[in-house]
């Protein structure tokens, strides 16, 4: 790379815009580079800072610190041209425009467990809800780290046998597993697993700067920006994800909400 990164061309991406990252045009320009800085004092942020901000991002708080935090906020992308930067100005504000006109098409809430999930999806056949209207994203063992990498000579389909557990699997229609950087291997199952490979695989400099390639999964399956966050965050604890399209329900959104409401769970549209 020529020049120096600190005299590159840069954009700006403020926090409270974070969600539009997943709406981004998989044909933007990649960023030379990414950081997180103070915009009053244009300093890159601490390690422990960053981890605050991404930990709080979707999350409502009354506490100051963190609102000055996220207020003050950005996401520095350098290019390596001025028409690098202002062509991906140009497609962020078209990402904003998605993410602020999000339809409601996809009922969501997530699980503590497997066990919990299963259930819920046991109860969701009962009741005639079609199987190519759910999915389920979840991480595939709590024992794995975070960088798990698949053994030479495996695919990571020829081990899911093995991570997977037979109850979600058995109940689900195609599921598959990836591996996604920082997190490992995740389950995804269902209506989201044709598009889930290549939303991981599309995921941009940027947005992997903030670690969000679930929330770019979810968000690509219809699920807002603000709640595919959460979601990540979730996932990433352990919990299991489900959602319902409505779409390929549409005469049995009552039912499935009712469901979901039932389990303990605040049923949210997205």
Known sequence: MDGDVETLPA??????????????DQSHPRPARTQWIN?????????S???????????????????????????????????DRDRFARVFDGARSRFEATHDTVLTAAYDDEAAAERIVSSLHDAAIPREAISLVWRTSQYLDADYR????????????????SGL???MLGVG?????GVGPVAVAGALTASAF???????????????????MLSDHDV???????????????????SIDTRKCADRVDEADAIIRQSGKRSRYA
């Open 39 to 47: 915009r009053a004092t244009d300093q890159p942020l601490r390690r």
């Open 11 to 24: 954009y700006v991406v403020k926090a409270a815009d974070f969600p539009a990252l997943y709406y981004l």
């Open 150 to 165: 698949a053994e030479e000579g495996h695919s990571v389909t020829s081990v899911a046998g093995t991570m997977l557990g």
């Open 198 to 216: 290549g939303s991981i695989a599309a995921v941009s400099g940027i947005i992997g700067a903030t670690g969000g390639a679930i929330a770019k």
């Open 177 to 181: 597993v990836l591996v996604v950087p």
């Open 169 to 171: 699997a058995g109940a």
């Open 49 to 83: 800072t960053i981890e605050m901000l991404l930990r709080t991002m979707f999350v409502d708080t009354n506490t100051p610190s963190v609102r000055k935090l996220h207020q003050t906020s950005g996401l520095r992308a350098s290019f390596s041209s001025d028409r």
């Open 224 to 242: 807002d920006g603000v709640s595919a966050g959460l979601y990540e965050q979730e996932i990433r604890r352990g919990k299991v994800f489900l």
